[in-house]
Each structure stands twice: as structure tokens, then as C-alpha cells.
């Protein structure tokens, strides 16, 4: 199977799976808010966390199905946190994939409540006890640890403080990496943990999914930075090297854009070569190189 | 022990653990994220939701420590809910117990967050190893499930949705007691069923704790409704039977005081009458009656 392939067979699955955790609720008063989230968690993507909760399960010797519900949930946790930064008080962004973002549609309160909805759902999901036929509870409830911690105030959640500090005054590159370890990063390396977990992978497993998942975590953010610079560059005509917009340290402002480049290259290697204790690696080499080559 | 003296000592229990949970985190960049938790945490409140847990949890026959965990992961549930509540988006409340709320305080952005992080944390709370110790995985599990499904899009939120459907149209009783069930009530049995489940009640025990809880969270909410009439006529001289404040629909405006005030009554006797499972009914039927005569 080439990684397209795989990825579009764990989208599709991880699509079928989200909308019947959010079908519609047409006879019931709170119908709306379960519609705000579907409108938010169907609206595509690249469904990467889910992608690597179900391929690190695969590799571990687990059974896809029995990960799913945690991808899910890992999922929800990433959209909710969508539908947050676009309010006007966080980003106050009116697009987002090309669509306009949850509040616009929804307004701004249904938008709040949509993000706690979805929030609330992924520990429901996590906690299924349907799940219990494949999982056992301490299996589960490490899983809901993982997601928790993942996303709380000592992961995505202070990522995105750090942030809005970042915003105020220059960080040094030390911060720069804590900030982005927390705010894309605890997501990315939680995903690699639920499917190791679920998957019934090793101790040295485990670590190396999480060394793995950290290298194109930082990959994927330095990208981006990238993306954005020449992305501008391209369309104003900027110098090579210019400051990102607004003052706001990013790794180009720090390193420079050919250390950049350099850097996306050797973290997509020391990725794939973190992988070893894994007997077969599966798409994950040609996913960590294909972020790292990305051109969107 | 009087209702007092057991309430009292149920809340410093409450207090002590949750400052613990959000201690201050001086040395890290989002120590503010915390900071914000903390001030809505611990601005005081009666602590009724962790109250029922632990009362709950030690008339089934378990340990009040066992449950403690628990207790306050549904504080911070409650806590979270008020933040995003008195957001400008939302009720737009400036104050809160007297003091200013979360937002005024700290601004929109970190509020929205403060209140992610706390709901956050009551899943990483639920689903602490140490509580190991104490609560088997199974059981902590469906802790997770009753907390998750309380609080989601079915439970709490949803009965905030429907609140602010009832902003704009005047809904029937049985609506407006769907409404109640879900807002304040889905919380409330949580409480109970927590307090149960840690304590290892029997399914009997588990029915009578949720009907007593039911009951007394419509009592609570029909009371409030009560208080916020007979204070306003208090202050502006308003005639006994008025509308609720722009015309929403409430209990007093459904069915007249004098009917709310039996209701109440009613609910109350009701509560206390269900506890028959319990051998030892410990502070329950006194806190029925208090809630039900409070003047605040």
C-alpha cells in the first residue's frame, strides 16, 4: 500500500467513525451544537493524529478497530481546539480550510460550547464501554491520561499560552521549542502513545514512537514557518530571511531560512531512524519525508 | 455532626485538595493559565456537588479519600462552566460571588483557556494512577463516563443550549424542566452516582441517589428562580406574580409563586423519601430541607 493509500483508508475509516459519533439530532433542542460540531470536525483535514494513533497500533500488533475510538477522540480533542483559537478573543480568524470558522457560521457562544462539546466527547468516547470488548479498563483509562495530559494546561493548553506571550515580546529558541513542543507537539506525541498503548507495543516501543513523533512534530511546525515566509515571499516580493509578520519569533526569524530547511531535513531523518525497535515501520519513513517535502 | 459542622468539613477537605491540584506554577511560562484556574476555583461557593460525592460515597460504605478525587474533578467541571458562562459571548456577568469574574480578570483569551484547562484537568484528575490505589480501573473508568457524559453535549451543555433557545422564545414546562434536568440537574446526579459508584453502592442504592438528587436539583434551580423574584420585588417594588426579567420563561412565571413555593416543599419531602435503600440517610434529609428553605 503507498502512503496515500493508507492515509486515505484510516481517513476514511476515522470519517465514518467521527460522523457517527456526531450524527445529527434532529428531534432534540440541543441538535444545534452537535450540528456546530460536525460542521467543524467533518470539514477535512488531514486527519494526521488519528492516522498515526491507528498505524502506531498496527505496528505494535494491535487491531485497528480497537484504536479507533481513541483516534477519535484524539480528533475531537484537535477540532475543539480549532473552533477555540479562531474566536475573536484568541486568533480571530474567519477561515479556516477555506470555509468560514465555526463562529461565523454558529455565532460566538455556540462556537464556545461546540469546543467544550467536543472536548467532553472525546473522554465519553475514550470511556465507551463499548470499547471494553477490545481494551481493558487500564488500558482505557491510561488512554484518557494520555489525551488528558496531552491537551491540558502542561500540553496543547500551555503551548497556546506560550503563544500568546510569543506575541508580546521576542522568545529565545530554548522557549521557541518548549512553546512548540506543547502547542502542535503534546497532540502529535500523544497520538504515537495512544497507538502504541492500544497496539500492546513495548517499553522501547513506546519511546521510540514518542522520539519518532517529536521529530516530525518539530518538522511539521519549522515547515509551516517555512511555508508561510516564501508563501509570502512569493506574494509581496519580500526579501529572503525577513522577519515573520507581526515581530512574532519563529524558527526562520530565529535560525534563518537555510538552516531551516536543513533542520526539517535532519529531524525527518532522525525520525525515521528512531523507528528501529519497530520490526516493520509501515508508511511511517515515507510520512516523516513527506511532511518534511510538503509544498502546503 | 450537624449539617453545618459535615458541610464544613466536606468543603475544607474540597479546598485543600483542589488548592493542590492547582498550585501555583511559578517557574513555567503558562503558570498564568493556572493562576486563572485557581482564582475561579477557590473564590468559595458551597461546594454542594463534592459534598453529595463524598456524602454519597460514605453512606454506601466506601472511603471518603477514595472519592475525594472525583469530588473535585466535578468541581472543576462546575468551576470550568462557570468561566465560559460569564464570558461576553455568553451571560456577559461582571461579577461572580462578588468578585470580578474569570475574563474581567484576566481577559477573554485566557479565560476560554483557563476553563478548557480546568475541564481538562478534571479527566486527568478522574484518571490519576494514584487513585489506583484506592478505586479499581473499571470503576474509575466509569467515573470518567458518568463525568464526561454529565458535563457534554447531553448533559450540562446541552441544557445551556437549550437556555439560550429560551432566551429568544418562550418554551412550555415540560421544556423548561428538560432545561433545568440538563443545566444544573445533570451535574447534581453525577454527584450522586459518583459518590455511589466510588462507594460501591448496590444498583437499588444507585436509583434512590439519583431520584434524591433529581429532585433536590429542581428544588435547588425552581428556589433560585423563587429568590430572584422576591429579591427583585424586595428592591424595585415589583407586583407578586410578574414575569421573569425579560420575559423568560421560568417556574414562577409557568405556575405563580405559591405553586413554586409548594413545589419546593414537595421536592424536598420527595428527596428524603427516596433515601429508603440507605440505612444511614448521614446529612441528606437536612440538606434537602436547607436547600429548599434557603433565603440566598
Not at 486568533?91 to 477561515?95: G, P
Not at 516580493?237 to 515573520?244: E, L, R, V
Not at 523507528?275 to 519497530?278: A, E, G, I, T
Given at each position: 500500500m503507498t502512503l496515500n493509500e493508507r492515509l486515505t483508508s484510516y481517513s476514511a475509516l476515522v470519517e465514518a467513525k467521527l460522523s457517527d459519533y456526531l450524527r445529527p439530532q434532529k428531534d432534540s433542542g440541543q441538535g444545534i451544537v452537535y450540528e456546530a460540531c460536525r460542521y467543524s470536525a467533518m470539514a477535512g483535514g488531514k486527519r494526521l493524529r488519528p492516522a498515526l494513533v491507528l498505524e502506531f497500533c498496527r505496528l505494535s500488533g494491535g487491531h485497528i478497530e480497537a484504536a479507533l475510538p481513541f483516534a477519535c477522540a484524539l480528533e475531537m480533542i484537535h477540532t475543539y481546539s480549532l473552533i477555540h483559537d479562531d474566536l475573536p478573543c484568541m486568533?480571530?480568524?474567519?477561515?479556516r480550510r477555506g470555509k468560514p470558522t465555526n463562529h461565523k457560521v454558529y455565532g460566538e457562544a455556540i462556537a464556545v460550547l461546540a469546543g467544550d462539546g467536543l472536548l467532553n466527547l472525546a473522554f465519553e468516547t475514550a470511556s465507551d464501554p463499548a470499547n471494553t470488548l477490545r481494551v481493558p479498563a487500564e488500558v482505557q483509562l491510561r488512554a484518557v491520561r494520555v489525551l488528558s495530559r496531552a491537551s491540558g494546561m502542561d500540553g496543547m493548553i500551555g503551548g497556546q499560552i506560550l503563544d500568546m506571550q510569543a506575541e508580546e515580546h521576542p522568545i529565545s529558541r530554548e522557549q521557541l521549542r518548549t512553546l512548540q513542543e506543547l502547542k502542535t507537539g503534546a497532540l502529535i506525541c500523544a497520538a504515537a502513545q495512544l497507538g502504541c498503548l492500544i497496539g500492546g507495543a513495548t517499553a522501547e516501543q513506546e519511546a521510540a514512537a514518542l522520539e519518532y513523533a517529536r521529530c516530525i512534530g518539530l518538522a511539521f511546525q519549522i515547515q509551516d514557518d517555512i511555508l508561510d515566509i516564501e508563501g509570502d515571499e512569493a506574494a509581496l516580493?519580500?526579501?529572503?530571511?525577513?522577519?515573520?509578520e507581526n515581530g512574532k519569533s519563529t524558527y526562520p526569524s530565529l535560525l534563518g531560512l537555510e538552516r531551516c530547511h536543513a533542520l526539517v531535513d535532519e529531524l525527518s531523518e532522525q525520525a525515521s531512524a528512531a523507528?528501529?525497535?519497530?520490526s516493520d515501520t509501515g508508511m511511517l519513513p515515507e510520512l516523516a519525508m513527506s511532511l518534511a517535502s510538503r509544498k502546503s
Open positions: 486568533d480571530d480568524d474567519d477561515l516580493g519580500k526579501p529572503i530571511g525577513s522577519d515573520a523507528l528501529k525497535p519497530f
